[in-house]
């Protein structure tokens, strides 16, 4: 029997509650299949560890998660830490860390699920992210010269070296050709006359190497625009960092909300451990009162599962999800109803029970 161990942050805010029904549907999941299980350990961090200690995770945090199979994240960040020391000593620290420099982030329709666009069908809504997770804008780097002072300045720099603008470019190439689809890049060389046009450059010199692949480019202003407009002239998508946080909270928008989007950070040499989360944060507004939407770490939930190779597993998860939003009995606020978050996973749980009892599903 494998043994997959996974790490559990289940972080701040709404996290512990919706990465406690992601967890439960995953051991449904192997609940049903002698031939794997998960183990899961917990880790307290996030900004309730950080004002007990100081810090936002162990010492040596980093060198344990080392050990497991895949970490399971819920959200970091809460009022009372200031967001860049939380998130870069958790969070972005683990992508970077990990080399998660793939981030993988669905903007699909699901049935069921409500767009906010009028006069689209829900084949056209069919985008898949790929986001740079390690460098870019979030190079980390800068600096503050003259504090306090009238000629204060504030330099934030992005770093795009060749090596991570090549591997996330050929990654996304790779998977376009796999999947049959065309691939589009979103840049914004007019204005970033050096991180822009170098990646630009980068795109083209690697689309010569598949010839298959359709391609297009877009620059970020007008991609947001023809995302609203006409978001099926987008299938496979490549940006950069910043650009894909953003239009990924644009795209949850478009894709059913913020409370179904889901987001796996790779490492796809397999050397460090990946990372599953949904795309949203802690939630502050709703955290506590149990009707945070938990569908977007189910979804995670599934990816995982497809990352470790269960692909049939993952769409029955996703399957279910689609038989839920279908029913639209039980759903949270966020989705117009009036369930609680485990509610909805329980259904989630029995939807999932019922496809394999009657043989919905072959896996
Ligand atoms: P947010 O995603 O937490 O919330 C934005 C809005 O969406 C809120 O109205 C919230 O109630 C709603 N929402 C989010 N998730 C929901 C869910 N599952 N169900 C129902 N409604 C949901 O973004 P924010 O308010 O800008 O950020 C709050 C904190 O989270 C900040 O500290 C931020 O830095 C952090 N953050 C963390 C992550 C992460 O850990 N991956 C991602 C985004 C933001
Ligand atoms: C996300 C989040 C993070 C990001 C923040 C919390 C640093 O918004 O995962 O989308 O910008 O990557
Ligand atoms: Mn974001």
Redesign the pocket.
């Known amino acids: 029997m494998k043994n997959y161990k996974i790490a559990v942050i289940a972080g701040d805010g709404i996290g512990p509650e919706v990465i406690g029904e992601g967890v439960k549907v995953l051991n449904k999941v192997a609940a049903m299949d002698s031939g794997f299980r998960f183990d899961f350990t917990y880790f307290p961090w996030g900004c309730e560890f950080y004002a007990k200690h100081g810090k936002m995770m162990d010492d040596n945090g980093i060198e344990t998660l080392k050990e497991f199979d895949a970490i399971y994240l819920g959200a ?2 809460f009022p009372g830490v200031p ?1 860049h020391i939380s ?1 870069w000593d958790l ?2 620290r683990i992508r970077k860390e990990f080399k998660q420099y793939v981030n993988i982030r669905p903007v699909q329709l699901l049935k069921g699920a409500k767009t906010s666009l009028v006069d689209v069908k829900r084949e056209d809504i069919n985008l898949l992210f790929i986001r740079e997770n390690t460098e870019g804008e ?1 190079a980390g780097a800068g600096e503050w010269l003259f504090k306090g002072q009238p000629n204060e300045v504030v330099l934030q720099n992005s770093v795009f070296s060749r090596k991570g603008t090549e591997r996330i470019i050929r990654y996304a190439f790779e998977t376009a050709r796999k999947e049959g689809r065309s691939l589009t890049s979103i840049s914004k060389a007019n204005a970033l006359n050096y991180s822009m046009v170098f990646w630009d450059q980068v795109f083209e010199e690697i689309s010569a190497e598949y010839p298959d692949v359709e391609t297009a480019s877009y620059l970020v202003d007008a991609a947001a625009m023809l995302m609203v407009k006409d978001p099926k002239r987008f299938e496979v998508v490549v940006t950069s ?1 910043l650009f894909g ?1 953003i239009l ?2 644009l795209g949850a928008a478009i894709a059913g909300g913020i409370g179904l989007a889901a ?1 796996a950070n790779i490492n796809p040499e397999r050397k460090y451990p990946s990372m599953f ?1 949904p ?1 949203h ?1 802690s939630a502050p507004d709703i955290a506590g009162k149990g009707i945070a939407n938990p569908l977007a770490s189910i979804w995670s939930a599934s990816q995982m599962l497809d990352f470790f190779g269960y692909e049939s597993y993952g769409k029955q998860v996703l399957d279910a999800i689609e038989e839920l939003l279908i029913e639209s009995k039980i759903l949270t606020p966020d989705m117009g109803g009036t369930a609680s978050t485990s509610e909805v996973a329980d259904r989630i749980i029995d939807l999932i029970d019922t496809r394999i009892s009657v043989g919905k599903i072959s896996v």
């Open positions: 970091v960040g967001d998130l969070l972005l979030y960092n946080d990924t909270d987001g989360e795309i944060g």
